[in-house]
């Protein structure tokens, strides 16, 4: 086989193969996500302004306070953020790493997804480098039934220490629908023993996070309120007649579901709102 031919042969493969993942410089950005192989940034990350996020008031003042302290180098706890879908929890965790950035400090928010776990040993090896306090966020974390205990243990590991465990200047912010991060019905039925092992597993798992956040469903006063809140921030007309209505239609009262209320306000209005000013 001639040169020309290899050469030929050697460009082609060259073409094909994919090319090697781009990292982002980690010591410049506010924000990052994590695929299982680089980081990169997150483009206009302008997550909602602290202040308005209402009705969690004690969540916001804990989750501030445990987040400067990291921000700081000091003793620091990793946080489960934990309950019913659109309160608050993914929100905060975005909003007081922009509060600390605006506030001076370079903190920066790392977000990687729950099927990522095991590649996390490798960011870590990454991040232990860097000169500045990182949040990586894990959102939506949940073991349901079909799932075996190999997850709960990678994150069990990374929070409890050895070769794979989390650096110094990292602390893990995750996200969950339950508060043992297992589903109700996974840990209350009687299984054998190897199922109940399984389940202990998943179990334990909540009990390394250092500080554990509940986030619940609002009441009607507590949701007109933050509808209020919101309207009169940004200018807008407020019925709460026609907010009750709205939230009944999708059949929750949050913050999320009055964050869509006055979006369409704002719609209604032609008036350009964003939760970040």
């Known amino acids: 086989m001639d040169i020309e031919l290899l050469t030929r042969i050697a460009e082609a493969l060259e073409r094909l193969a994919p090319p090697l993942p781009t990292m982002a410089d980690l010591a410049a950005h506010p924000a990052y996500y994590w695929d299982g192989r680089t980081a990169h940034t997150v483009e206009g990350f302008e997550p909602a302004d602290y202040a308005m996020l209402s009705g969690i008031d004690a969540q916001k003042e804990a989750l501030l306070a445990n987040t400067r302290r990291h921000a700081a180098g000091h003793p620091a706890h990793d946080v489960l953020l934990w309950g019913a879908r ?133 009441d009607q006063d507590a949701y007109l309120a933050v509808v209020e809140g919101y309207a009169r921030h940004y200018g807008l007309p407020f019925d709460g007649q026609e907010a009750v209505g709205w939230a009944t239609q999708r059949g929750s009262r949050s913050g999320r579901v009055a964050w869509q209320y006055v979006t369409e306000l704002a719609g209604r209005e032609g008036r350009a709102i964003r939760r970040g000013e």
């Open 86 to 218: 659109g309160t608050g929890k993914s929100a905060s965790v975005g909003a007081v790493v922009g509060r600390l950035r605006r506030e001076g400090d370079n903190i920066a928010l790392m977000q990687c997804s729950a099927d990522q776990l095991a590649t996390l040993p490798e960011l870590f090896r990454l991040l232990r480098a860097i000169d500045r306090p990182f949040i990586l966020f894990i959102d939506d974390l949940g073991f349901d039934e079909g799932s075996t205990g190999n997850d709960a243990r990678v994150m069990r590991s990374l929070l409890d220490g050895g070769a794979s465990a989390r650096p110094a200047n990292v602390r893990l912010y995750v996200t969950s629908n339950r508060r043992h991060i297992v589903s109700r019905h996974m840990s209350e039925q009687d299984d054998p023993i190897n199922r109940r092992d399984v389940v202990d597993d998943k179990l334990a798992l909540s009990d390394r996070f250092g500080l554990s956040l509940g986030f619940h469903a609002m």
